[in-house]
Structure formats: structure tokens, C-alpha cells
């Protein structure tokens, strides 16, 4: 029989938790926990995969990491809003790992004083070789002593390191998250001043500077402390001479500084230069196509060349900084302890070996502490702090739902019309009131990332509190003032383009009232280009509102694009969209959506690959896909607790690119049957369904 834990079939572990999760803290300083996986590689017959491995520890899962994060950044925003600052990533991030850092510095401080003491044993040891009158047993007790300090010496060293990565890691990872949440929520106006080159060089090589400055911070505080010890020490060790050497070790530390400068310096060019070669690239990848047919290789090729070049020389440059710095490393302990010896034999006064000794032992400490794990930490500190003022700038982009409140307009509202019979609906589960949108968003938050490219600091400082200010203010909440407002009639909506504002702005929605009731189906109706789909984009929030109110109130919002989306998985994995899998609802939606012929007909039915990668989809199958990946959202279990069942559907005319007969199927089994419970807005130009039992209102 297996033991508990253990499959009966392969003897391989099942595992529940990760190992040092249950490790006890021996187990954990001895990093005894790491064999338990090294014993399931060695039991394996075959390559170790994902599967045989634990799952991942639970301080180290992103959701928890990049959770904790956000939290601590809407705390940062708010504290800096209600003190009238400018807010910090970079301090967020600090007290998000507060703990953490605590724990790595108390490891580093023990470390420091082992080392110490440890010098100071050599020292005594040195000395009993030299004491005629000493005995074996005190020789045996001091060389017991130090074997004990070396031992707790490499026991705190490893543990630091160990806890350091981690700590970078969790940092580097909640960055991540981060990241990737914000660039589900961004709207398209955001999307229009972010390029892709950019935001997979912020994830790629910014975050990675929070993976040393998670190791190396401690020091910036344990160094210069750990030198005033041995300074102090040392004196009492050999006289005034050591405090000469050590000195001179303190003029090296200006230099770090200097170093540090201009770490960030080429930091920030670097990471400009790679932006625009990434984002170049990543335009030749896209349209590769393109530029075969105009025969555009070469053009590509050497501009993409021109700026590697440029990045490749600011990388040489930071090399070459790099170089300096270890070069000072390596020289800084035979310079002091030449100028300390030479100070103390002009001083007329002699050496003994235990002295030498010993103070060479406190040298070594703070050569390796203060001039090479301090300038570490002041480095990663400096690049850490440039990361995160660009992640900052990312972050600071609007989200989707940002010109969805209840605030007042700075711009002047215009009359609205006048609405026959206003009806109170206090249960209306969105309301806009005589609002006004424009694809020309002077978004501030570009200003931000403008400002990040700028040489003049205090204007960059002066923009970005400003908008700090304005992202403060944007918020999704319900409002009290539109929520007695009348129910829209058909009449009371108006969709026309004009000219341009008091700020030379062109609307694209103009004087906009509209009131969405729960369980309502709204449909839209009107010529191409119109503004239909606009309008379904204004209710997301995804354009600009210039004037006027507009609030949501309910759960959660579904939104099927004309052109729907198809990510590079199965079909499954399109529909399901990392939701947890429910058959009952997945059948189904796959009936409602007329997807069971189409699924017969693929080789891996609805496992197959679809997408850039895999089999080729029809118009009508990537409608119909993207419609049921809307149909399970909101009728299937929500992927995580944080994310609500929708309740507000929004359909951008996903019945034009299917056959009548589909489109009659889809209508009454989706819109008018799965979808019943909840409020919809549908676009179309099929104008037969506008007759239907369960229409609401018409819109034109």
C-alpha cells in the first residue's frame, strides 16, 4: 500500500500544498523541503512535467501578489489626493512588500554581526597561537567558536538570498499582474496613446529591476550600519589608522552615487531605445504580409538595424559603467589596508599578526557589504524607481467605465430636450443624461507618458499631479440626481454627428439621453455609420464623455463586438474564456448558438485549435462563437469572486454575418431566450425582429 499522499499506481506524490507551506522552520533554513521534489524527479521514469510538480506556493500566486498591490495603490491614491501629493508607485510597492523587507533586513543585520564576530574570533585564535601560556582546550573552544559563526554566517547568507529573491519574485510578479489587469481594462482611447512594443518591454525588462531591488534594498540601510560597527572596532583594534582606511572607503561611497546617476541615466535611454525598436518590430511581425508585397524588407530592415544599434550602444555604455564599479570593487580592499598599514607604521607603532589579521577580516566585511552590495542596492534602487514611474504611467491610463459617472462635466451642458411624461425609475440599470461624446480624447494620462520622455522635471511633476487629480476623481458610481430621471423614449435619443465643441472637439454621440431598465431589450436601429456602435461603446464607457451625466448600477457588463475576437485556443477555450466549466450551461449555450454542426465537423471537435494558429473560422462560426462566449459569461460560474455575473448585455450586430435562418435561430434562442433574464442592447440592421413580442423600445 502507497503511503498518504503518495498515488498507489506510480508511488509518486499528490500533492495538495506546496512544501514549504507545511515546512517546519528547521526544514525551511535547511531547505530540508526542496527534497521532497527532488525525490519525485528521481522516482520518474520519464522527463518531469508541470504536472508532477506542487502547486505554487500560496504568498506566491499572482492573483494574491498583484491583489495585494492594487490594494496598496488605491490606498497610495487616495492618501496622496487627501494630502494634496503627488502619488508613488514606488511607495505602494514598498508598503505592499513592508513585511517582507523587514524580514530580509533583520536576516541581513544577524548576517552583518556573525561576520563581525567572526573576525573578531580569528582574531582571538590568531592571538592563542602567540600565547605561550595558552592551553589546547581554549584552542579547541575558539576554533569550535569559529566553525559555529561560519556556519551561522552561511546558514543567514543563503537564507537571505533565498528570502531576497522571493521577495523580488513576489515583486516582480504582483508588477506583472498588474500589468496584465490593467491592459484587460483599458479603454480604446487609452489603447490608441499605448503601443504593444511598449507595454512588452514594461513586463518584460522594467519589472525585472524589482527582482534585485527586492535582494539588494536591505543593504542601503544594513551597509553604512554594518560600517559604523566596524569602524568602531576597528579603532579600538589598532588606534587611529583604521579610521583613516575606513576613510577611505567612505570616499568610495560618493562615487556610487555618481554611478548611480548615471546607472539611471542610460537605465532610462536604454529603455527608450528598446520601446521604439520593439514597437518597430512587433509592426513588421503584424504586417509582414504588407511588406512583402511592397517589397519593403530592406527599409524595415535597416531602420530595426539603426536602432538596435543605438540600443546596443547605451547597453555597452551601462556595461561599461558596470565595469567601473566592480574594477572599484576589487581595488578598494588592497588600497585601505595599504593606507592603514602604511598610516599605522608611520605613526611609529607596530603590528602584530593578530591585529593584521582581524582587521583585514573587518575590511573584507565591509569592502563586500559597503562598496559591492550597498552600491547594489543604490543602483537597483535608482532602476527600480524609473521602472516604476513608467509602470506608474501605465497604470494612470483610464479604465473601462471612466466616463461612466455621476460627476459634473467641466464642460458647458447643453439644453437637453425636453422628455413627454418623465417616468421615475429608481431601478434603471444604467442612465445617461443629456451627455456628449468624442473620439478626440485629450487624455491626460498620455500627457503622463509624454511626460516620461521629458527633460524639464517640474513641468513632468506639475502635468502628472494634475492628472493624478483627474484620475481621482473618475469613478464607477451610481448616481443619485440621474436615478429619478424618465424613462427614454425612442424620441428622446438623439445619435448625430457635429461639428466641434468650445474645445474644437468633434462629437460623435451628441446630446445623449438614454435610461436601460433591467431585463429590458433595446434594440438599435439605423444607417451605416450612423453611430450605433459608438453608442454601445459610450455605454461601456469606452469614449470619451464631454458633457452631461452617465451611471451604471447592477453586476457585471458582456459586450459581443461586430468583429469578434478569437484568441489563439480551442474552441472550448473561446467559449469558456477561463471560466470554471459547467456541461449543463456549455451544452446549452453551444445549441443556442447553432454551434453543434460546426463542432461535428472539426477533427478535435470543440478541442480543436482556432484562431491565428489553427483551423481558419468563417464569419458566421466567429460570430457565433463570440456570441456564446457572451451567453456563458452570464449565464455560467464566474471565473474568480471578484468578477460579477453581467447582467447588461451588449450586441454589435452579431446577426449580420450569418444566413436569415441562423440569425431567426440565434435571435430567438439567444437574445430572446438564454439572454431573457438579463437587460440587452442589440444592433442590427435586420429589421424583421423589430416587430418581436419581447422588444422593448426601438431606438433610431
Known amino acids: 500500500m502507497a503511503p498518504p499522499g503518495r ?5 509518486l506524490r499528490v500533492w495538495e500544498r506546496h512544501p514549504f507551506d507545511t515546512a517546519s522552520c528547521i526544514s525551511r533554513v535547511t531547505y530540508h523541503w526542496v527534497y521532497q521534489i527532488l525525490q519525485q524527479g528521481s522516482l520518474l521514469k520519464d522527463e518531469m512535467t508541470e504536472a508532477h510538480l506542487p502547486p505554487v506556493a500560496e504568498a506566491d500566486e499572482v492573483a494574491r501578489l498583484s491583489g495585494r498591490f492594487m490594494r496598496r495603490w488605491a490606498e497610495e491614491r487616495a ?13 505602494a510597492m514598498i508598503r505592499t512588500f513592508r513585511r517582507e523587507l523587514l524580514v530580509e533586513t533583520a536576516i541581513a543585520v544577524a548576517e552583518g554581526a556573525f561576520r563581525v564576530v567572526l573576525a573578531l574570533t580569528l582574531g582571538l585564535l590568531v592571538r592563542h ?11 579547541f573552544a575558539l576554533a569550535a567558536l569559529l566553525v559555529a559563526f561560519a556556519l551561522m554566517v552561511n546558514a543567514t547568507h543563503h537564507t537571505f538570498y533565498w528570502w531576497g529573491w522571493r521577495t523580488g519574485m513576489q515583486m516582480r510578479q504582483a508588477a506583472c499582474g498588474v500589468i496584465f489587469r490593467k491592459s484587460l481594462t483599458l479603454t480604446l482611447s487609452a489603447l490608441g496613446v499605448v503601443d504593444t512594443g511598449g507595454v512588452s518591454n514594461l513586463a518584460a525588462n522594467d519589472i525585472e529591476r524589482f527582482q534585485l531591488f527586492g535582494i539588494f534594498l536591505p543593504w542601503v540601510f544594513v551597509g553604512p550600519l554594518e560600517g559604523a560597527v566596524v569602524c568602531i572596532v576597528g579603532v579600538h583594534l589598532i588606534g587611529p589608522a583604521f579610521a ?15 554611478f548611480s546617476k548615471f546607472f539611471a541615466k542610460t537605465r532610462r535611454k536604454t529603455a527608450l531605445a528598446s520601446d521604439k525598436r520593439v514597437k518597430l518590430t512587433t509592426q513588421a511581425v503584424e504586417g509582414a504580409r504588407l511588406m512583402k508585397m511592397q517589397a519593403w524588407e530592406g527599409a524595415f530592415s535597416a531602420r530595426i538595424g539603426a536602432l538596435r544599434a543605438a540600443e546596443v550602444a547605451l547597453v555597452r555604455k551601462g556595461n561599461r559603467l558596470r565595469a567601473y564599479n566592480e574594477a572599484l570593487y576589487f581595488a578598494s580592499p588592497v588600497t585601505v589596508a595599504f593606507v592603514t598599514f602604511a598610516t599605522h607604521w608611520g605613526m611609529g607603532q607596530s603590528l602584530d599578526v593578530a591585529a593584521v589579521f582581524t582587521s583585514l577580516a573587518l575590511y573584507n566585511v565591509v569592502q563586500l557589504d559597503m562598496t559591492k552590495f550597498f552600491a547594489l542596492g543604490v543602483q537597483a534602487t535608482t532602476e527600480s524607481r524609473v521602472s516604476a514611474k513608467r509602470l506608474q504611467a501605465y497604470l494612470e491610463l483610464p479604465d473601462q467605465g471612466a466616463n461612466l459617472d455621476s460627476k459634473p462635466s467641466p464642460y458647458p451642458k447643453p439644453s437637453p430636450k425636453p422628455s413627454p ?18 473620439w478626440d480624447d485629450d487624455m491626460p494620462s498620455a500627457r503622463v507618458l509624454e511626460g516620461l520622455k521629458r527633460k524639464k522635471k517640474k513641468k513632468w511633476r506639475k502635468r502628472e499631479a494634475a492628472d493624478a487629480a483627474d484620475s481621482a476623481d473618475s469613478a464607477l458610481t451610481p448616481s443619485e440626481d440621474v436615478a429619478a430621471a424618465g424613462e427614454a423614449s425612442p424620441a428622446d435619443v438623439e445619435v448625430e454627428l457635429a461639428p466641434t465643441t468650445s474645445k474644437a472637439r468633434t462629437l460623435v454621440l451628441k446630446d445623449l439621453s438614454l435610461t436601460i431598465s433591467p431585463g429590458e431589450l433595446v434594440v438599435i436601429v439605423g444607417p451605416v455609420g450612423a453611430g450605433k456602435s459608438s453608442l454601445l461603446l459610450a455605454l461601456l464607457g469606452e469614449i470619451t464623455r464631454v458633457n452631461g451625466s ?7 457588463v458582456a459586450y459581443a463586438p461586430q468583429e469578434p475576437w478569437i484568441i489563439s485556443g480551442s474552441l472550448k477555450e473561446n467559449i469558456l474564456f477561463s471560466a470554471p466549466m459547467d456541461r449543463e450551461v456549455y451544452d446549452r449555450v453551444l445549441a443556442a448558438c447553432c454551434l453543434n454542426e460546426d463542432i461535428k465537423s472539426l477533427s478535435d471537435g470543440d478541442d480543436t485549435v482556432v484562431g491565428d494558429r489553427g483551423v481558419a473560422l468563417s464569419g458566421g462560426q466567429r460570430a457565433r462563437i463570440g456570441l456564446a462566449r457572451l451567453c456563458y459569461q452570464a449565464l455560467g460560474p464566474a471565473a474568480s469572486a471578484e468578477t460579477p455575473a453581467p447582467d447588461l448585455l ?7 454575418a450569418v444566413d436569415p435562418a441562423v440569425a431567426a435561430a440565434l435571435f430567438n434562442d439567444v437574445v430572446v431566450g438564454l439572454a431573457a433574464g438579463a437587460a440587452r442592447v442589440l444592433v442590427t440592421h435586420q429589421t424583421q425582429f423589430l416587430g418581436h413580442a419581447a422588444v422593448d423600445r426601438v431606438v433610431v
Open 421 to 438: 411624461n418623465p417616468k421615475p425609475n429608481p431601478t434603471s440599470r444604467l442612465v445617461i443624461d443629456s451627455a456628449s461624446y468624442t
Open 244 to 258: 583613516v582606511g575606513f576613510a577611505l572607503i567612505l570616499l568610495f561611497v560618493p562615487l556610487q552615487s555618481l
Open 550 to 556: 452617465a451611471s451604471a448600477d447592477g453586476g457585471g
Open 650 to 656: 451588449l450586441l454589435d450586430d452579431p446577426l449580420s
Open 129 to 139: 597561537f602567540e600565547d605561550d601560556d595558552a592551553t589546547p582546550a581554549q584552542g
Open 79 to 91: 492618501a496622496a489626493a487627501k494630502a494634496g501629493r503627488k502619488a508613488s508607485l514606488f511607495r
Open 7 to 11: 498515488d498507489p499506481e506510480t508511488g
